[in-house]
Structure formats: structure tokens, C-alpha cells
């Protein structure tokens, strides 16, 4: 019997994917049914509920499972559940949608699922606005709705998708046929919560914590998921493999970095180095949350949880994403509770003084004697074609990312914020 901790709804993996003759047999119907086109981040939704990475949803929400998510956290059941997961659809397109159709799910021209409409709603843009205010309002400095906004529609690419969300929304159970192209183009590393758990109950695995990377490991990251094997039976390694913003480095060549680091740098058997589907959302605290519950799915009972977890910008304060784990709702049912707990770390860099990675808990020296340490911070140096600090990164990984900028034909800008820049230490 596993040991590892049960997924996220007291109903087991909910897998929407259907396999062999039933496959087969529904991707000949789809065919026939009304087609809507859907985003990219729509399609790693559907990949994740196809392999049962965000059990215990089996389609996309309803309005009033859209509305609890948004206002207190809660499915309308009353299971946990933080950022909404939508599908939108322009107003010609769903203007001869009934509910009660079944509907076919494509993207360029490939059928990705059929669903069964059980609600069609419209979305106004007050509302979208809302579901912003809700979901990505950090409450850093700038806080004021006013300069949110202002700020937001430039520069938050998590509240630009939502606003930029067509006219209705549509609800329903889906049948997944298809997941894209994440099984042929990252082969061994695109694993499935069955997968992962397999894998997982093979080493006898009870306390694992996960690394959520949409970055190339820096010595932090290093550093980070050292601390989690101290205490734990093992670390999930697990890389965002889907959409990122312009300026973000690649999924292949993250993950080349990433092995050469578990095979320089750790004992290999204690971690494992795996990809999901999804399309970063950039919604900090609320994405941790997303995290931590599509984690416990993957069998992670620890979610790591560092400096400015899953940010974008200045947006949210640099430990808010920590500090959101302790106002959630904890329902008395378990099913409906996260079980998936953070492993919260403090702001850890390189200190010159104390001869090795420390945080601002166990470091007593200044700024100056600290490398700051962040994703961003590294993608501007090496965009920029500048040096890289001592100690910022193993000179095995700085290699695969200098091969890498050094082929780029166009420079993508990064903008350094506070939080890489470290002025708030």
C-alpha cells in the first residue's frame, strides 16, 4: 500500500483521458461535433485534467465554482480550490452553443477533447476585472486599485490573459483525447501524477517535497531543495514545461540544466526531474497554492516555498506566497483539505563571509558580502552578455546557458526589479 499523501479531493485520481477502442471510438465522433477553438493556456488546463494533475475537477468550473474560488478559496462543493480554471469562447463561436450539447476542443487545427455543456455563461469585463482583484492583487507597495491597474494592463501577464478572455465561458465534464505534444518532445521527463506515485512507491517514499522551477537552477534553487532531502525521503524537481512571457529560457534547455546539476551536484536517487503541461499564470500567492494542490496529486505531501514564489515583477510582497498558507480554508472533510503543506524557506544567497549558501536566519554579515540570487537577475546578465558573479551558478550550468543566449538571433529584454536586484534586504 502507498504511503505517499492521497490527491486533492477524497476521489482519487480523476483522469479525463480516455484510452484504446474509447479513444478511438471518441475521436470519430468529435469530429462531427461544433468545434471551439481554445488558448494555450486552456489546452495545458485540459492536458492536467486529462492525467489527473488537477483532481478533483473533471471539466471546467461553473460560475458558482468560478465565483467560491475567486471570493473564499472553495469549489461550490466546498472542496479547496485557489485560481480558477476557464474555458472561454468568443461570442459568434458560442452563439449556437446550447447547454446539453457536447462540444469538440481544438487548438491549430488538433481535436484536444469533447465536453458535455452543462452551463454557458457570459463574462463580463467588470467581472474578469474582479476575478484580477481576487486572484493577482498582491498587497505590496503599490496597492492603491488605481496604480494596480495601471501598472497591471503593462506589465502583469497573468492579469492580460484574464482580461483579454473572450465574452462567455463554458462549463462542463471533458473527455480528453490528446496530450499535445509534451510525451514525444520531452520523453522521460513529462510524468503523469500515476508516474510520479509509481516511481515514488518504488523508492518507498512517504515525505516528498517538490522544487517548482520556471527557471534554470540557481545556486539557491541548489541550495533549497538540499535543505528539503535533509528532511525529507525525496525532492520532485518539477519544471513548468508549457507557455512562459517572452524573455524566459526554454523548457529544453532548463531541463538540460537541470540534469547536468542532479548529476554533478546530488545524490540521483533521491530526486527526481520531471515537466508538467501548464502555461505559467504569474499569480503568486494564489498560484503557490495551485502548486501545492496539483503537487499532492503528483503524490508531494511539501511544497517548497522560497522568496517571491511564482511572481512577476514588484508585484507581491517577497514572502506573501508563504504567508497565504496560513488564511486558507481548512475544511473539516480531509478529501476537500490541502494536505500538500509548505515547506517554507527564507531568502537564501551566497555569502562570501560565511564561506557558503546561507539565509538571512543563519547569515549575520551585510549585503555586500552577499551574492543575490534570482532567475531574473541571471536572465539579464546573460541576455545582456554580461559576466556572471562567483558563485551565482555551477559553471557546468552557465555553459548550456551561454550556448544558449549565444544562438539567439534577437535580444529579448529583461527588466530587473526590486525583488532580483535584492534592494529590500
Not at 124 to 142: F, L, P, R, S
Not at 171 to 194: C, I, Q, R
Not at 211 to 219: A, E, K, V
Not at 382 to 394: A, I, K, M, Q, Y
Request: charged share 30%.
Amino acid at each position: 500500500m502507498s504511503k505517499l499523501v492521497a490527491p486533492h479531493g477524497g476521489k482519487g485520481l480523476v483522469c479525463c483521458k480516455l484510452e484504446g477502442a474509447e479513444l478511438e471510438a471518441e475521436l470519430k465522433k468529435a469530429e462531427g461535433l461544433k468545434k471551439i477553438e481554445i488558448s494555450s493556456q486552456v489546452k495545458g488546463d485540459l492536458i492536467m485534467l486529462g492525467i489527473g494533475g488537477f483532481s478533483p475537477l473533471n471539466g471546467f468550473m461553473t460560475k458558482a465554482d468560478w465565483k467560491g474560488v475567486c471570493e473564499d478559496f472553495l469549489l461550490a462543493d466546498g472542496t479547496f480550490w485557489p485560481v480558477p480554471v476557464m474555458l472561454d469562447a468568443a461570442a459568434d463561436a458560442a452563439a449556437d452553443v446550447n447547454v446539453g450539447d457536447e462540444i469538440t476542443l481544438e487548438k491549430d487545427g488538433e481535436i484536444y477533447a469533447t465536453m458535455k455543456v452543462e452551463e454557458k455563461f457570459e463574462m463580463t469585463e467588470d467581472e474578469k476585472k474582479w476575478e484580477c482583484e481576487k486572484v493577482y492583487k498582491g498587497h505590496g507597495e503599490e496597492s492603491e486599485d488605481d496604480v494596480f491597474w495601471k501598472i497591471a494592463m503593462e506589465d502583469h501577464p497573468g492579469v492580460q490573459m484574464v482580461m483579454a478572455r473572450k465574452e462567455f465561458c463554458l462549463a462542463g465534464p471533458v473527455k480528453v483525447l490528446s496530450e499535445g505534444e509534451f510525451p514525444e518532445k520531452f520523453k522521460g521527463v513529462y510524468l503523469t501524477p500515476k508516474e510520479t506515485r509509481a516511481i515514488m512507491d518504488e523508492k518507498g517514499w512517504a515525505n516528498v517535497a517538490s522544487m517548482q522551477l520556471r527557471n534554470p537552477m540557481h545556486r539557491s534553487h541548489e541550495h533549497l531543495c538540499k535543505i528539503a532531502l535533509d528532511v525529507c525521503d525525496g525532492v520532485l524537481i518539477h519544471s513548468l514545461i508549457g507557455n512562459l512571457k517572452p524573455g524566459d529560457i526554454p523548457a529544453d534547455v532548463r531541463i538540460k540544466c537541470i540534469d547536468t546539476l542532479i548529476k554533478g551536484y546530488f545524490v540521483p536517487e533521491h530526486v527526481i526531474n520531471a515537466g508538467y503541461p501548464l502555461d505559467m499564470r504569474y499569480a503568486g500567492p494564489r498560484e503557490a497554492l495551485l502548486h501545492a494542490t496539483f503537487r499532492q496529486n503528483y503524490g508531494v505531501n511539501k511544497m517548497i516555498i522560497g522568496r517571491d514564489h511564482a511572481g512577476v515583477g514588484d508585484f507581491y510582497t517577497l514572502f506573501e506566497a508563504q504567508e497565504i498558507f496560513d488564511t486558507i480554508p481548512m475544511p473539516e472533510d480531509d478529501g476537500k483539505r490541502l494536505l500538500c503543506e509548505p515547506l517554507k524557506i527564507d531568502w537564501t544567497f551566497y555569502c562570501y563571509k560565511c564561506d557558503g549558501m546561507a539565509s538571512m536566519r543563519t547569515c549575520p554579515h551585510g549585503k555586500d558580502d552577499r551574492v543575490i540570487l534570482s532567475g531574473t537577475k541571471l536572465r539579464h546578465a546573460l541576455s545582456n552578455n554580461e559576466p556572471v558573479v562567483d558563485h551565482f551558478g555551477r559553471d557546468e550550468v552557465l555553459a548550456i546557458l551561454r550556448e544558449y543566449y549565444a544562438s539567439l538571433t534577437e535580444k529579448v529584454e529583461v527588466k530587473l526589479q526590486s525583488h532580483a536586484e535584492g534592494s529590500k534586504m
